[in-house]
């Protein structure tokens, strides 16, 4: 089905338009990697792709993720939403914190058919739950094509809900949580958003949305101009979209819950950091949607990082471009924070 003239088809792309150079030290590290970082997800190899990352991905046990009792970990079985499945929420905390603390509820990344909620909690315990004293819920979403819409943004939605509601017995700060994510993952925490404003809260302080996929349309100058060039191209973005959304992709009814880059209204969101990278798919989506949030008058922290692919951090963690990534994150996590603790506390 054609939406606004563009096809959501990969189909042919013209050559026409040259892509932004890699940063160096991230092409590097690409380069290292072999031609297999860049194989397009297909119908085809998807089980395969599947297989693969299930066997290939990290899965620390809750004993790893204590890390000799530096952190406080559990696994929690919530109840989901009408259909009957329960959801999984890996739960962490720096150990021998008193008090409540600001909660991270993190969503992570695969395109929705990949990934799992352990393999992200070592990095982000290590460097923002310690350091900003931070708890964290990670959510074991249902991956497509075996679940589809709405089952893993409600499984996001329902995960929350509970998190919030149970916040003592947790040890968080309901009234300070952030939600957050990466890719596949930063779409689910804006569509959280959304969820959470109109279905009347929880309300969450702020968005964390890191190279987030938004738009299932494929119709982007950025998705045509970086085909065959990013790790994550307009065949993987369009395979990945239909089998999230099976029937429902295309239509031209989808909801912004599916794909937050169909919302028309972005009024009354919490402050956003979006970044992508000027060197892949995503950027021309995410760019508009930040701008969207500001025409709507909310708060939006943009960052787009020159000559950065898909997952450039996860490839080149070392890279100075990665570092100034992850400080540019840590800072306004802390801002956020910082504005959140202020507000609670006595008037001037």
């Known amino acids: 089905m054609s939406i606004g003239g563009m096809s959501p088809e990969p189909g042919p ?13 991230l092409s590097a590290a ?3 990697l072999g031609d297999a970082a860049r194989e397009p997800l297909t119908p085809e190899n998807l089980a395969a792709r599947q297989e693969r990352d299930v066997a290939a991905r990290p899965r620390p046990t809750v004993r790893d993720l204590r890390a000799g009792g530096r952190f406080e970990v559990d696994e929690l079985r919530v109840p989901g939403t009408s259909d009957g ?12 914190i008193a008090g409540p603390l600001p909660l991270l509820y993190y969503m992570h990344g695969g395109g929705m058919v990949m990934g799992n909620a352990w393999s992200v909690l070592p990095q982000l315990l290590h460097e923002w739950a310690l350091t900003l004293e931070l708890a964290v819920i990670s959510v074991e979403y249902r991956l497509a094509p075996q679940a589809q819409y709405p089952g893993p943004v409600e499984d996001c939605y329902a995960g929350f809900v509970w998190a919030a509601a149970h916040a003592a017995e947790l040890g968080v700060d309901a009234d300070r949580i952030i939600v957050g994510g990466k890719s596949a993952g930063g779409g689910l925490a804006t569509a959280l958003a959304l969820l959470t404003r109109d279905r009347g809260g929880p309300t969450p302080i702020g968005q964390l949305l890191l190279c987030p996929m938004l738009d299932d349309r494929n119709s982007t100058f950025s998705s045509r101009q970086m085909a065959g060039v990013d790790t994550w191209d307009r ?11 099976g029937d429902q992709y295309g239509a ?10 169909r919302a028309t209204d972005l009024s009354r969101l919490p402050p956003a950091y979006i970044e992508v990278g000027s060197a892949e798919t995503f950027r021309d989506e995410d760019v508009a949607y930040a701008n969207a949030i500001w025409q709507a008058g909310g708060q939006a922290e943009l960052h787009v990082w020159p000559g950065a692919f898909h997952g450039f951090d996860t490839c080149a963690p070392q890279a100075a471009l990665t570092q100034d990534a992850r400080n540019a994150r840590y800072r306004w ?7 959140s603790d202020a507000s609670n506390g006595p008037a001037c």
């Open 13 to 25: 792309v013209p050559k026409a338009w040259e892509a932004p150079p890699f940063d160096p030290e």
């Open 235 to 245: 065949t993987s973005n369009a395979t990945a979209w239909r089998a999230l959304l």
């Open 333 to 339: 996590l802390r801002r956020i924070l910082t504005r």
């Open 85 to 96: 499945q329960d959801v999984t929420l890996v739960s962490a905390r720096p150990a021998g």
């Open 30 to 32: 690409l380069a290292a």
């Open 252 to 261: 031209a009814d989808l909801s912004p819950y599916a794909a937050p880059a």
